[in-house]
């Protein structure tokens, strides 16, 4: 028998593999996208949408499965999320289309949506609160090894066996995943009926998300002042209205909006968003500017975006510590400060590689996110009720997808002011090598003033940041210290 102490660390080794296999999943399909494309004879439009689809449907159904998880039970609803995920995964290595591929991916990410709301809670009633900063920053470990796997695996597997591969090589991890969950995790108390479930909250959020990414990215092809791009940004300003108004009218709503009263909860998903519009594209600008600007090969480019991961397997757990022993908020600050100075180093790339401008830039935003992002999960989950950590958990990560859809988009559309579309998907896709040579100096302009852009968005996080410093109000809702094990 496990006893109480092995079991919280067991139950910590269950979530993190499978937000390692959730990431690799992520990552190792941008690798093998291209022999995706040509195993498909789909276009770029229709192998983006591969990408597309799993991000919305992951980040739309985030809400309501943290909801589930509190009203049904966090283990039923992870093993169910897991188990989509597991067999929509298999399809998506069966797929014989495009079209099946892109339904196959948007109900791979409701599974993932269902296993990550509920993966947070599951850690944050495992473990003591003077254990939690360290519990997290272990588990943020999956996503950087993911981020280093991912790549590496996808670039093996598409050479050696084909693109069917980067989803089959994730199965038997996933089934493992549902094996050892099944025997470790306890489940949680659920109340007795599930209520009604906010469809209409769901359809309003989710096309407002859409209406809002398709305005983004089609924005330059079309222009930002014709009519179907404003009506598309029209329609997303009435679909978020109609959604706070449904929130806060409805019994059961998607978005728990009542977690907005505490300011350290409000201010944490501020940090949040924000944080995330400014580093997710990261990695996108870099594939554009080593692969298309310097017509780097898929494999070298690689290499050189290791350390924008690697620190992160020592500094996050370390991070964790360093919260659970001082306190988040220093730690987010600093971290917020260092991601901005790695941004602004990265804008000033020219149109020749020199390693250390490359290198230095992303150790410093590796060190940066070791320490601040368990410490924002921390005092952002900390500042929730108890009783609601699944609701927060679905509301923490929306955030933090929408951030990352917003900035993935926006990277684009800074690349297309200077160029068109088709060619940023080239550079992105890694096949910028038939770029002719006078598009160096565009492209490298082009990622400068990016990075330059979302170096704004890192002030944005640090002043929500400050907010944090301000002294909590006790309360019962806190989360409750328990006692050491």
Known sequence: ?????????????????????????????????????????????????????????????????????????????????????????????????????????????????????????????????????????????????????????????????????????????????????????????????????????????????VLLLIGLSEGQAWGFGSLRILSLFAGTAVLLIGFVVRELRTVDPLFDLKLLLNRHYRAGLGVTVSYSIGYFATTFLLTIYLQGALHLSPLKAGLLLIPLSLPQLVISPLGGWLADRFGPPRFIILGVILLAVGGYLLGQLGPTLQLSAVIVPLLLMSVATGLAWPALTKVVMSSAPLTRTGAASGMFFTFRNVGMSLSLTLALVVAETSLPSAIAAKAFLGTAGVLLPHFRDILTHSTDAGFRVFVIFYGVALLFSLFLLRPIVPASTAVPQKEKA
């Not at 498909?40 to 689809?53: D, F, K, N």
């Not at 943290?66 to 797929?95: E, N, Y």
């Not at 090894?145 to 695996?153: E, K, L, M, N, T």
Request: glycine share 10%; with cysteine.
């Open 1 to 209: 028998m496990i006893n109480a102490i092995q079991r919280k660390w067991w139950i910590l080794v269950v979530v993190t593999l499978v937000a390692f296999i959730t990431n690799v999943d992520a990552t190792i399909v941008i690798v093998g996208l291209p022999r995706l494309m040509l195993g498909l004879h789909i276009t770029i439009t229709t192998g983006l949408w591969t990408l597309t689809a799993y991000i919305i449907t992951s980040t739309v159904f985030l809400l309501p499965a943290g909801r589930w998880s509190d009203v049904v039970g966090r283990k039923r609803i992870f093993m169910i999320g897991l188990s989509i995920f597991t067999v929509a995964t298999v399809l998506c290595g069966f797929a014989p289309s495009g079209a099946l591929l892109i339904t196959f991916r948007f109900i791979q990410g409701v599974g993932a949506a269902l296993a990550l709301a509920t993966a947070t809670p599951i850690i944050v009633h495992a473990f003591p609160k003077h254990q939690l900063g360290r519990a997290l920053g272990i588990n943020s470990t999956a996503w950087v090894i993911g981020s280093i796997v991912g790549p590496v695996a996808g670039g093996v597997l598409v050479t050696t066996l084909g693109w069917r591969w980067i989803f089959f090589v994730t199965v038997p991890f996933a089934l493992a995943g549902m094996v050892a969950a099944w025997f470790v995790l306890e489940e949680s108390a659920a109340k007795k009926s599930l209520g009604t479930t906010d469809w209409p909250g769901i359809a309003s959020f989710g096309m407002a998300l």
